[in-house]
Protein backbone atom coordinates (compact mmCIF):
# COMPACT_ATOMS: atom_id res chain seq x y z
CA UNK A 1 0.00 0.00 0.00
CA UNK A 2 0.97 3.19 -0.76
CA UNK A 3 0.97 6.32 1.83
CA UNK A 4 0.33 10.06 1.03
CA UNK A 5 1.93 13.19 3.07
CA UNK A 6 -1.16 13.25 4.57
CA UNK A 7 -1.11 9.73 6.49
CA UNK A 8 2.56 10.47 6.71
CA UNK A 9 1.88 13.24 8.87
CA UNK A 10 -0.17 11.91 10.93
CA UNK A 11 1.74 9.28 12.28
CA UNK A 12 5.16 11.76 12.51
CA UNK A 13 5.18 12.03 16.42
CA UNK A 14 4.62 8.02 17.29
CA UNK A 15 7.52 7.27 14.07
CA UNK A 16 9.60 9.22 16.52
CA UNK A 17 8.63 7.66 18.95
CA UNK A 18 9.46 4.42 17.73
CA UNK A 19 6.08 3.69 18.63
CA UNK A 20 4.34 2.61 14.80
CA UNK A 21 4.09 -0.99 13.54
CA UNK A 22 6.73 -2.73 11.34
CA UNK A 23 4.40 -2.72 7.95
CA UNK A 24 3.20 1.09 8.68
CA UNK A 25 6.99 1.96 9.57
CA UNK A 26 8.71 0.53 6.06
CA UNK A 27 5.28 2.47 4.17
CA UNK A 28 6.70 5.64 5.85
CA UNK A 29 10.56 5.33 5.24
CA UNK A 30 9.26 4.33 1.65
CA UNK A 31 7.42 7.57 1.24
CA UNK A 32 10.53 9.34 2.77
CA UNK A 33 12.82 7.77 0.54
CA UNK A 34 11.26 9.85 -2.18
CA UNK A 35 9.02 12.78 -0.47
CA UNK A 36 11.18 15.49 0.12
CA UNK A 37 9.04 17.62 1.96
CA UNK A 38 7.90 14.95 4.14
CA UNK A 39 11.86 13.94 4.58
CA UNK A 40 12.18 17.63 5.75
CA UNK A 41 9.00 17.84 8.22
CA UNK A 42 9.95 14.44 10.11
CA UNK A 43 13.75 15.67 10.50
CA UNK A 44 12.61 19.13 11.73
CA UNK A 45 10.13 17.59 13.81
CA UNK A 46 12.36 15.36 15.22
CA UNK A 47 15.37 18.24 15.46
CA UNK A 48 12.52 20.47 17.58
CA UNK A 49 11.84 17.48 20.04
CA UNK A 50 15.48 17.55 20.99
CA UNK A 51 16.00 20.82 20.78
CA UNK A 52 13.29 21.66 23.29
CA UNK A 53 13.89 18.85 25.96
CA UNK A 54 17.36 20.70 26.28
CA UNK A 55 18.04 21.47 30.08
CA UNK A 56 18.76 25.15 29.09
CA UNK A 57 15.36 26.04 27.17
CA UNK A 58 13.71 26.58 30.97
CA UNK A 59 16.26 27.72 33.48
CA UNK A 60 15.62 27.43 37.35
CA UNK A 61 15.68 30.38 39.58
CA UNK A 62 19.00 31.04 41.27
CA UNK A 63 18.53 29.85 45.20
CA UNK A 64 15.62 28.20 44.11
CA UNK A 65 17.02 25.14 45.61
CA UNK A 66 17.65 26.83 48.85
CA UNK A 67 14.93 28.82 49.36
CA UNK A 68 12.65 25.88 49.27
CA UNK A 69 14.45 23.34 51.58
CA UNK A 70 15.20 26.52 54.41
CA UNK A 71 11.24 26.77 53.97
CA UNK A 72 10.57 22.99 54.63
CA UNK A 73 13.18 23.29 57.85
CA UNK A 74 11.11 25.83 59.08
CA UNK A 75 7.82 23.68 58.47
CA UNK A 76 9.75 20.70 60.02
CA UNK A 77 10.99 22.57 62.98
CA UNK A 78 7.50 23.83 63.98
CA UNK A 79 5.76 20.58 62.95
CA UNK A 80 8.06 18.68 65.52
CA UNK A 81 7.80 21.76 68.12
CA UNK A 82 3.94 21.40 68.40
CA UNK A 83 4.24 17.77 68.76
CA UNK B 1 38.18 12.53 58.46
CA UNK B 2 35.90 15.22 58.73
CA UNK B 3 36.40 17.78 55.23
CA UNK B 4 36.54 21.40 57.77
CA UNK B 5 35.79 22.90 53.94
CA UNK B 6 32.14 22.29 54.29
CA UNK B 7 29.53 23.39 57.02
CA UNK B 8 27.56 21.69 59.37
CA UNK B 9 24.71 22.15 56.91
CA UNK B 10 26.57 20.89 53.80
CA UNK B 11 27.64 17.98 55.63
CA UNK B 12 24.33 17.14 56.81
CA UNK B 13 22.84 17.60 53.45
CA UNK B 14 25.57 15.38 51.81
CA UNK B 15 25.19 12.85 54.51
CA UNK B 16 21.43 12.57 53.98
CA UNK B 17 21.43 12.26 50.34
CA UNK B 18 24.07 9.32 50.51
CA UNK B 19 21.80 8.10 52.91
CA UNK B 20 18.68 8.36 50.88
CA UNK B 21 20.76 7.16 47.97
CA UNK B 22 21.26 3.91 49.85
CA UNK B 23 17.81 3.32 50.27
CA UNK B 24 14.78 2.54 48.03
CA UNK B 25 12.16 5.30 47.77
CA UNK B 26 9.69 3.25 49.91
CA UNK B 27 12.24 2.78 52.84
CA UNK B 28 13.14 6.64 52.96
CA UNK B 29 9.42 7.45 53.20
CA UNK B 30 8.74 5.01 56.11
CA UNK B 31 11.89 6.77 58.05
CA UNK B 32 10.51 10.11 57.15
CA UNK B 33 7.70 9.08 58.74
CA UNK B 34 8.91 7.55 61.79
CA UNK B 35 11.00 10.85 62.50
CA UNK B 36 13.55 11.12 60.28
CA UNK B 37 12.18 14.21 58.73
CA UNK B 38 15.93 15.50 56.95
CA UNK B 39 16.02 12.67 54.16
CA UNK B 40 12.81 14.66 52.90
CA UNK B 41 15.49 16.69 51.40
CA UNK B 42 16.94 14.24 49.46
CA UNK B 43 13.74 12.74 48.56
CA UNK B 44 12.33 15.21 46.68
CA UNK B 45 15.89 16.14 45.53
CA UNK B 46 15.33 14.58 42.07
CA UNK B 47 11.83 16.00 41.85
CA UNK B 48 12.29 19.79 42.65
CA UNK B 49 13.20 20.80 38.86
CA UNK B 50 9.81 19.01 37.09
CA UNK B 51 8.13 20.66 39.85
CA UNK B 52 8.91 24.20 39.15
CA UNK B 53 8.65 23.64 35.52
CA UNK B 54 5.07 22.27 35.67
CA UNK B 55 4.23 25.03 37.71
CA UNK B 56 6.12 27.63 35.32
CA UNK B 57 4.46 26.24 32.26
CA UNK B 58 0.91 26.46 34.27
CA UNK B 59 1.17 29.94 35.67
CA UNK B 60 3.82 31.54 33.81
CA UNK B 61 5.20 33.24 36.62
CA UNK B 62 8.25 32.45 38.02
CA UNK B 63 7.59 34.02 41.25
CA UNK B 64 3.79 32.49 41.36
CA UNK B 65 5.75 29.18 40.29
CA UNK B 66 8.09 29.20 42.75
CA UNK B 67 5.51 30.52 45.58
CA UNK B 68 3.18 27.38 44.28
CA UNK B 69 6.11 24.73 44.62
CA UNK B 70 6.71 25.45 48.22
CA UNK B 71 3.53 24.78 48.91
CA UNK B 72 3.38 21.77 47.14
CA UNK B 73 6.23 20.20 48.37
CA UNK B 74 4.59 21.16 51.90
CA UNK B 75 1.41 19.12 50.80
CA UNK B 76 3.82 16.23 49.96
CA UNK B 77 5.36 16.39 53.33
CA UNK B 78 2.04 15.93 54.85
CA UNK B 79 0.44 14.14 52.98
CA UNK B 80 3.46 11.05 52.54
CA UNK B 81 1.85 9.22 54.70
CA UNK B 82 -0.99 8.56 51.93
CA UNK B 83 1.42 7.69 49.10
CA UNK B 84 0.87 4.11 49.05
CA UNK B 85 3.37 3.02 45.67
CA UNK B 86 1.03 2.31 43.74
CA UNK B 87 2.56 4.68 41.08
CA UNK B 88 6.25 5.97 41.01
CA UNK B 89 6.85 8.87 43.66
CA UNK B 90 7.83 11.27 41.07
CA UNK B 91 4.18 10.63 39.27
CA UNK B 92 2.72 10.76 42.77
CA UNK B 93 3.88 13.99 43.13
CA UNK B 94 3.70 15.82 39.70
CA UNK B 95 -0.17 14.69 40.39
CA UNK B 96 -0.24 16.95 43.59
CA UNK B 97 1.81 19.64 41.82
CA UNK B 98 -1.06 19.57 38.84
CA UNK B 99 -3.56 20.23 41.25
CA UNK B 100 -1.86 23.06 43.27
CA UNK B 101 -1.29 24.80 40.02
CA UNK B 102 -5.12 24.80 38.89
CA UNK B 103 -5.95 25.67 42.68
CA UNK B 104 -3.81 29.05 41.37
CA UNK B 105 -4.96 28.97 38.03
CA UNK B 106 -8.59 28.80 40.27
CA UNK B 107 -7.62 31.82 42.61
CA UNK B 108 -6.40 33.76 39.64
CA UNK B 109 -9.50 33.56 37.81
CA UNK B 110 -11.54 34.93 41.00
CA UNK B 111 -9.21 38.27 40.15
CA UNK B 112 -10.95 40.24 37.17
CA UNK B 113 -8.21 41.68 36.28
CA UNK B 114 -5.98 37.93 35.52
CA UNK B 115 -9.16 35.94 33.42
CA UNK B 116 -8.35 32.27 33.38
CA UNK B 117 -6.50 30.94 30.54
CA UNK B 118 -8.75 28.22 29.75
CA UNK B 119 -7.43 25.14 31.17
CA UNK B 120 -9.14 23.07 28.99
CA UNK B 121 -8.43 23.55 24.76
CA UNK B 122 -9.26 20.35 22.76
CA UNK B 123 -9.80 22.63 20.17
CA UNK B 124 -8.82 20.45 16.04
CA UNK B 125 -7.19 23.26 14.86
CA UNK B 126 -4.79 22.73 11.94
CA UNK B 127 -2.29 20.21 12.21
CA UNK B 128 -0.50 20.80 9.08
CA UNK B 129 3.16 21.02 9.65
CA UNK B 130 5.12 23.63 8.21
CA UNK B 131 6.29 22.58 4.85
CA UNK B 132 9.68 23.13 3.34
CA UNK B 133 11.70 21.15 1.01
CA UNK B 134 15.17 21.39 3.09
CA UNK B 135 16.00 21.28 6.62
CA UNK B 136 19.49 22.25 7.91
CA UNK B 137 20.12 20.41 11.23
CA UNK B 138 20.11 22.39 14.59
CA UNK B 139 22.95 21.20 16.60
CA UNK B 140 22.92 21.17 21.05
CA UNK B 141 25.49 23.51 20.24
CA UNK B 142 23.18 26.27 18.72
CA UNK B 143 21.90 26.48 22.31
CA UNK B 144 24.64 28.26 23.46
CA UNK B 145 22.30 31.55 21.85
CA UNK B 146 19.92 32.72 24.42
CA UNK B 147 17.80 34.19 21.51
CA UNK B 148 17.54 30.51 20.18
CA UNK B 149 16.59 29.77 23.65
CA UNK B 150 13.80 32.77 23.91
CA UNK B 151 12.72 31.48 20.79
CA UNK B 152 11.79 27.74 22.09
CA UNK B 153 10.86 29.21 25.47
CA UNK B 154 8.26 30.78 23.88
CA UNK B 155 6.99 28.51 21.40
CA UNK B 156 6.23 25.98 24.35
CA UNK B 157 4.48 28.62 26.52
CA UNK B 158 2.13 29.72 23.86
CA UNK B 159 0.69 26.53 23.13
CA UNK B 160 -2.64 25.82 24.98
CA UNK B 161 -2.46 24.48 28.23
CA UNK B 162 -3.35 20.73 27.67
CA UNK B 163 -0.66 20.48 24.90
CA UNK B 164 1.93 22.48 26.89
CA UNK B 165 1.81 20.02 29.67
CA UNK B 166 2.15 16.98 27.74
CA UNK B 167 5.31 18.15 26.32
CA UNK B 168 6.65 18.97 29.58
CA UNK B 169 5.97 15.70 31.05
CA UNK B 170 6.61 13.87 27.78
CA UNK B 171 9.55 15.26 26.15
CA UNK B 172 10.94 17.70 29.05
CA UNK B 173 10.73 15.28 32.02
CA UNK B 174 10.78 12.26 30.05
CA UNK B 175 7.89 10.47 31.63
CA UNK B 176 6.43 7.24 29.54
CA UNK B 177 3.22 7.75 28.13
CA UNK B 178 1.45 5.19 31.31
CA UNK B 179 3.19 7.56 33.73
CA UNK B 180 1.67 11.22 31.83
CA UNK B 181 -1.45 9.33 31.51
CA UNK B 182 -1.84 8.91 35.38
CA UNK B 183 -0.21 12.77 36.29
CA UNK B 184 -2.81 13.52 33.65
CA UNK B 185 -5.54 11.69 34.60
CA UNK B 186 -6.68 10.78 30.73
CA UNK B 187 -5.83 7.64 28.82
CA UNK B 188 -2.22 6.79 27.20
CA UNK B 189 -4.68 7.22 23.99
CA UNK B 190 -5.28 11.01 24.41
CA UNK B 191 -1.25 11.45 25.66
CA UNK B 192 -0.19 10.43 22.47
CA UNK B 193 -2.64 12.64 20.63
CA UNK B 194 -2.18 15.56 22.45
CA UNK B 195 1.71 14.95 22.12
CA UNK B 196 1.04 14.77 18.81
CA UNK B 197 -0.97 17.67 18.06
CA UNK B 198 1.37 19.61 19.99
CA UNK B 199 4.70 18.91 18.27
CA UNK B 200 3.24 19.25 15.04
CA UNK B 201 1.89 23.44 16.69
CA UNK B 202 5.85 23.28 17.54
CA UNK B 203 6.99 22.61 14.25
CA UNK B 204 5.00 24.94 11.84
CA UNK B 205 5.80 27.74 14.49
CA UNK B 206 9.34 26.81 15.44
CA UNK B 207 10.49 25.90 11.63
CA UNK B 208 10.46 29.18 10.49
CA UNK B 209 12.22 30.85 13.07
CA UNK B 210 14.71 28.30 13.12
CA UNK B 211 15.74 28.21 9.96
CA UNK B 212 17.51 31.59 10.64
CA UNK B 213 19.44 29.80 13.42
CA UNK B 214 20.84 26.74 11.42
CA UNK B 215 24.47 26.63 10.44
CA UNK B 216 25.40 28.15 7.49
CA UNK B 217 22.04 30.67 7.24
CA UNK B 218 22.49 33.88 6.48
CA UNK B 219 22.55 35.09 9.80
CA UNK B 220 24.49 31.79 11.15
CA UNK B 221 24.18 30.52 14.77
CA UNK B 222 27.35 32.68 16.29
CA UNK B 223 25.09 35.76 15.91
CA UNK B 224 26.70 37.44 13.17
CA UNK B 225 25.63 37.84 9.59
CA UNK B 226 27.91 36.35 7.19
Given at each position: MKIDCKHVWQHISAYIDGDVDAQLRAEIDRHLEHCEICSAVMDSTRNVVVLIADDRIFEIPSGYSERL????EAVFAK????G | MTDTSKSTGEIASGLA???AAALDTAQTIARILAGESHLFHALIQPVERPVFLMLYMLLRDETDAEDAAQETFI???RNLHTFRGDSKFSTWVLSITRNEGLGWLRKRASRPEEPLEPVLDESSGDFTPALLTDWRELPPEALERQELRQCLCRAILK???IYREVVQLRDLDE????????VLGITPGSVKVRLHRARMMLQKDLVPQLKAFAPGSKRGWFGRRV
Open positions: HRRLESSS | EREKVYLPPLDVQETAN
